[in-house]
């Protein structure tokens, strides 16, 4: 008997016919060309789908609940109130038991914000432009300024939204101030200035076939008819203004004419960008070369425009792999990554109680703004936290980063062999004599029960104590699934001290635990 085929929600972002405050509309209505190119597809395909456009995150449990379909073909780009939240879309779906195509949470937190994600690109050795992030309402730091030329961007966009020739500016000065406070006056978020490197534009598509990543030939951005003086970029009217000089002016060359050694060097770097990142299925990785033609990496975008006019189709269509069986190898991918975790979830316990391998040195340090999308990421990607959850972990870490040692929230991260592994977060309660909360432990799934989530409680046990504190609190719920979680404080000396029925939701009580200060002092 032949096997029945899978079924495939595709799951959009409904867009504002206006845009953003009238602004990008032209970017935003891009998505009907994609759910149109999958669903032509998955027609060939013979895979029945649905197409299901949503206006807002609140949206898609109810969209989720209601679908049969196994598989969700993930091209949602964006919200009607806040953008930023499409990046939670992968764990809310695997939420509820379905596969999800593209890149996870993780992969698309750490591309989305720009600043993160060149602060991770680095780290792994790989070659970025220098960079500075200036936060809104203050001013460039003539002190931490590298030579220009430079381009400013916002630090949270893409489509290169926010991003057109007058983002290039040559030197320091008031021209530079002036492009950077328009970007906090209309996108309300930082501006981040980059060293301009002057020279060719790549993009390079990299998919994955058999759960390997493979490079699509490199397509150059050809500004052979820009005349001088005029920015060769690939900014906002060359990707969305049909009528502009730019859009007819920057034709791809693809495959892109490069020597043998510098075509492996960026194939290379790509396939690193895309596991620095965590990205799946499919992505595309901007480079620029220099007038040496020293590489550098601009961006990778885990979730580009997938469209049959964008860079990606034009690079399947030059590899010789059709629209269709892209979108095969997709589904299959996210199928395949789904039953992984659920192998790994049915063999969670006896792998933790048989692995006894312990870290040989945990260090705790105070949180820097290079671990925030590191913390973010790990948090969203054990599952175990609802997107909800993740947003106030994010608007804790972001205050106790804004705010710095002498702020209410203290946060905390332990590193192994400098890699950042888990996350605390503590802070006296107000209105009492020295009780504190523990706010926050979180711990990376790959480092589970290795003993990290008992350093970092006993660690801000023993700050706390340092402050005057005499009361430890910590708060959870009653849900099943946090029974572990229960346990664990248990295990460490904390009683329950109160139960609050249905105070999360209905069937979901709050439940306080409390160790007073001087329980496990030695004698």
């Not at 493979?214 to 005349?227: C, G, K, M, Q, R």
């Not at 402050?467 to 979680?485: C, D, I, M, Q």
Request: net charge neutral; with cysteine.
């Amino acid at each position: 008997m032949p096997r029945r085929k899978t079924s495939v929600l595709i799951l959009f972002n409904e867009p504002k016919l206006s845009g953003r405050d009238g602004a990008f509309a032209e970017s935003e209505a891009g998505v009907w060309a994609e759910v149109q190119a999958v669903s032509r597809a998955l027609d060939a395909l013979k895979i029945a789908y649905r197409a299901v456009g949503v206006r807002h995150f609140g949206d898609l449990p109810a969209v989720l609940s209601a679908s049969d379909e196994p598989v969700v073909f993930n091209l949602i780009e964006g919200f009607w109130s806040d953008p930023g939240q499409a990046a939670l879309v992968p764990t809310v779906v695997a939420s509820f038991g379905k596969a999800c195509t593209g890149s996870d949470t993780p992969g698309l937190l750490l591309s989305l914000d720009k600043w993160q994600s060149k602060t991770m690109l680095t780290a792994a050795g790989l070659p970025a432009p220098k960079g500075l992030i200036v936060p809104v309402g203050q001013s460039v730091s003539a002190r931490d300024l590298f030579d220009g030329p430079y381009i400013v961007k916002p630090v949270q966009m893409d489509a290169s939204e926010g991003i057109d020739k007058t983002s290039i500016v040559r030197r320091r000065g008031k021209a530079l101030n002036e492009v950077v406070h328009r970007i906090h006056e209309r996108m309300a978020q930082p501006a981040m200035i980059e060293q301009f490197i002057e020279g060719r534009e790549l993009n390079i598509s990299v998919i994955r076939r058999k759960g390997v990543p493979e490079v699509l030939p490199l397509a150059e951005i050809d500004f052979s008819a820009f005349e001088a003086g005029r920015p060769r970029i690939v900014g906002y009217e060359a990707k969305w203004l049909e009528d502009s000089f730019e859009f007819k002016n920057t034709p791809r060359i693809i495959p892109a004419p490069l020597p043998k050694r510098l075509t492996r060097q960026i194939c290379d770097l790509a396939v690193r960008a895309c596991q620095a990142l965590r990205c799946f299925d499919y992505c595309r990785v901007d480079f620029r070369l220099d007038q040496d033609d020293r590489p550098y990496i601009l961006e990778v975008n885990a979730n580009p425009d997938i469209s049959p006019d964008a860079g990606l189709a034009a690079a399947l269509e030059t590899a010789g792999i059709s629209y269709k069986a892209f979108v095969k190898l997709t589904i299959d991918s996210a199928v395949k990554r789904r039953s992984q975790r659920r192998v790994r979830a049915t063999h969670h316990l006896p792998s933790r109680v048989t692995d006894n391998r312990q870290p040989t040195a945990i260090c705790i340090r105070w949180c820097r703004p290079e671990d925030r999308q590191v913390v973010l990421s790990f948090l969203a990607d054990t599952g175990f936290f609802r997107p909800d959850e993740i947003d106030v972990a994010r608007e804790v870490l972001d205050s106790a980063l804004a705010e710095g040692p002498k702020g209410h929230y203290r946060s905390f991260v332990a590193e192994v062999d400098r890699e950042t592994v888990g996350w605390v977060c503590y802070g006296p309660t107000p209105c009492t004599i020295g009780t504190y909360d523990i706010y926050w432990i979180g711990v990376s799934s790959a480092w589970q029960g290795r003993g990290i989530g008992r350093a970092l409680t006993a660690f801000a046990e023993q700050e706390i104590r340092k402050h005057g504190g005499r009361l430890f609190v910590v708060e959870t719920s009653g849900r099943e699934t946090y029974t572990p979680t229960r346990r664990f404080y248990e295990a460490l000396g904390y009683r329950e001290a109160a139960c609050i029925p249905d105070f999360y939701g209905p069937g979901d009580p709050r439940v306080i635990f409390v160790k007073t200060a001087a329980a496990d002092r030695p004698a």
